[in-house]
């Protein structure tokens, strides 16, 4: 019956390896064609299929997302979403 626990193991470590590497990335304050975004993505990955969308980072980066949504809202006095301009 070794078999059974290492099965469970195997199963639980794989639900939870992509959880811990989308968590790694920490998510960043963007703004995006005028307007505020917070992803877990990096700059590449932004300009990444959005061709010569103007996109720039405007403020910093969390390792939990409900954080910088709400910096968001406490420095930028607005919401995600918001309008935003690149300098």
Partial sequence: MV???L???????C????????QSTPAV???????????RATMSQMQSGRGHSEICIIGPSFDFQPDGVT???QNLRSDVGGSCRCR
């Fill in 71 to 73: 910096w968001v809202r």
């Fill in 29 to 39: 304050v963007y703004c995006v064609n005028n307007r505020i975004m917070v992803e």
């Fill in 15 to 22: 639900g939870i390896a992509p959880v811990a590497w989308a």
């Fill in 3 to 5: 078999k059974r626990p």
């Fill in 7 to 13: 099965v469970v193991l195997s199963a639980l470590l």
